[in-house]
């Protein structure tokens, strides 16, 4: 256990690095936009030379690159990510709103592309090279290929355009007053079509990775020692196969992370869910350049913990890693 | 049996082969292609297989969408095997250096790759592009930027091996220039299990183009599948078929760049005794 801290403790600190890396980063990116917050600020509001002048003067901008970064990571340190201009408010503040929205969709999207997904895989892992395994493999192949914004779009036309089963788009039923239990089921049914969209991608990696390992863990010299035991076969495949697939599995939950959060920007803008994705694609399309590096570093951050996350459910779930890997 | 053989045993790899040689007959007949598939050749929104002139029928502004469609085979083709073959050299040069280098070298670029790993590829190639401006440039290098990471990871994991071999050591010994060493006999035979990913980081690099020219940021001047999806959106609900015909194209696509590599990686393996 004590291992497994100090394992963890390492973590942090490679983290925290890895952070000011991004950072310097966005804040490179924010140098090369053509313009800056003072023009920004002058085509919304109007202003002569003077002001100009001024404002660069009192927001710091007249002074060094280094000076700035400086400046620029003392602010973040406060969580001051700095106005937006088209939103005319912090853009902390509006990053918050929007950030549970995604957050939902994220934690559905991974608990059906995890949950099924190594469900059907152990199905077609546990006797490899059946029929079942080979149409799940296939299948599994042929839905990774597939765009996530594009399969959303169909799942529009037949779900909400011909069918009228499902709602169109946005996150809940605009102005009902729904409350508690009907909030929140207005909400799921909103949240099936652009998780379906955002989860089968990986639903076929998931599949594809507890497939392969399987594959690998039946080669084991414990598998065939436990089939020398007389396990059932059930016992045997979920027990020691599958169990042993599993792992790599969850690590690949936390590189999927990035992943789920950059394919949620394009799901988002299909299904008009008010995220930090959809967020982001606006501030795009009206040049809000700090406001999209904001949404980034978000994002970095978000990855980060849930990358620690996963190492620690790693460290309860693998008794290796607490007892020498320490270095690994 | 000779590996071209071998490869076509497979089915799945036939299957890859036969998408891949549609997609570039599609490609190729584009240069052939009278005229300019921007250009309006008939009715606006006539649906598939009404006038044979005109097979796949017309978007919204009445240009033919079989012309857009091969056209945006060529965009599709050359931005996804120009932005793999930039992130394979981008990451085997940083896996090799960092792998060879070691110490304080290996650890910064090590840093660097887990920074680039931390912000999600498609946000930072937004950002990119949105940034320096859409062009077909600007989209590969914006798509390289979010992929390289990658193939360094696995380029320094091998180089960390071969660094420690023979011939690396008599390399030393005959007073080769460190660098000369990493680049001229490191590097080729870290290579193998780096261009075993590239199946996939084609794909990979073919679907990020089409979603940023889906969100508007593909390059304006070019047709794409993504930026014609993004079109047939808007007619979503009276011509659906403007937006799914493209996206069969694009997944048909990237379907055969990994049946195909999948069939390349098992010959390779075979021939290498791995199988």
Do not use: C
Request: net charge neutral.
């Amino acid at each position: 256990m004590i291992r497994a801290l100090m394992l963890l403790r390492r973590r942090v600190v490679g983290s925290v690095f890895v952070l000011l890396i991004v950072v310097i980063g966005t804040f490179v990116l924010l140098e090369a936009a053509p313009g800056d917050a003072v023009d920004a600020y002058i085509v919304s509001t109007g202003g002569d030379a003077g002001m100009i002048e001024l404002l660069r003067h009192r927001w710091g901008l007249d002074q060094s690159e280094l000076t700035r970064l400086a400046n620029y990571l003392w602010a973040l340190l406060h969580l001051d990510l700095g106005q937006s201009v088209t939103f005319a408010r912090p853009i902390r503040d509006v990053i918050l709103e929007r950030l549970p929205n995604t957050l939902l969709l994220m934690v559905s999207a991974t608990a059906l592309s995890f949950g099924l997904g190594s469900a059907l895989g152990i199905y077609a892992g546990a006797r490899p090279g059946s029929a079942r395994d080979r149409f799940l493999s296939i299948g599994s192949l042929a839905l990774y290929a597939v765009p996530g914004f594009w399969l959303g779009l169909v799942l529009i036309v037949i779900f909400a355009v011909d069918l009228r089963w499902l709602p169109i788009g946005g996150i809940e039923t605009l102005a009902s007053d729904k409350t508690g239990v009907d909030r929140a089921a207005d909400i799921a049914t909103h949240l099936i079509l652009p998780v379906a969209a955002l989860g089968f991608i990986y639903l076929a990696l998931y599949l594809r990775m507890m497939r392969a390992g399987m594959a690998e863990a039946w080669r084991q010299d414990f598998v065939l020692a436990a089939r020398a035991r007389g396990l059932s076969r059930r016992r045997l495949v979920l027990a020691h196969v599958a169990r042993n697939a599993l792992l790599p599995l969850i690590t690949m939950l936390g590189l999927q992370s990035a992943q789920m959060l950059g394919g949620s920007v394009v799901i988002e803008s299909v299904f008009s869910v008010p995220g930090l994705g959809r967020l982001a694609q606006e501030a795009v399309a009206s040049r809000d350049t700090p406001l999209l590096l904001g949404i980034i570093l978000t994002s970095a951050v978000l990855v980060v913990v849930i990358n620690l996350l996963v190492d620690i459910a790693y460290a309860f779930l693998d008794p290796r890693v607490g007892a020498g890997e320490a270095g690994a | 049996m000779s590996p071209a053989r071998r490869f076509l045993r497979t089915p799945e790899a036939v299957a890859g082969a036969i998408l891949l040689a549609a997609l570039i007959a599609m490609a190729l007949v584009a240069l052939l292609f009278p005229g300019d598939p921007q250009a309006i050749a008939g009715p606006a929104l006539l649906p598939p297989f009404q006038d044979w002139s005109l097979p796949l029928g017309t978007d919204r502004l009445g240009r033919d969408v079989l012309a857009e469609l091969f056209h945006g085979a060529r965009a599709s083709l050359a931005v996804g095997l120009a932005a793999a073959a930039a992130a394979l050299a981008i990451g085997s040069v940083v896996g090799t250096l960092a792998g060879f280098a070691g110490g304080l070298v290996d650890e910064v670029l090590m840093r660097i790759t887990d920074a680039f790993q931390t912000v999600p590829s498609f946000l930072l190639a937004l950002a990119f592009v949105s940034v320096v401006g859409p062009s077909l440039g600007v989209v590969v290098i914006a798509i390289a930027l979010g992929t390289w990471p990658g193939p360094a990871r696995i380029a320094r994991a091998e180089v960390l091996s071969i660094r420690e071999r023979d011939y690396v050591a008599s390399a030393r010994a005959i007073g080769m220039h460190p660098l000369e060493i990493a680049f001229r006999e490191v590097l080729p035979n870290a290579l193998p299990p780096v261009l075993a990913m590239s199946s996939v980081i084609v794909a990979a690099a073919i679907l990020t183009e089409a979603a940023l020219s889906f969100l508007g940021l593909g390059d304006p001047n070019r047709v794409t599948w993504g930026g014609m999806i993004a079109e047939g959106r808007a007619v979503l609900r009276t011509a659906p078929f403007l937006s799914i015909v493209p996206g069969i194209a694009l997944v048909l696509t990237v379907l055969g760049v990994y049946l195909a590599g999948e069939g390349i990686v098992e010959t390779t393996a075979v021939r290498r005794g791995l199988s």
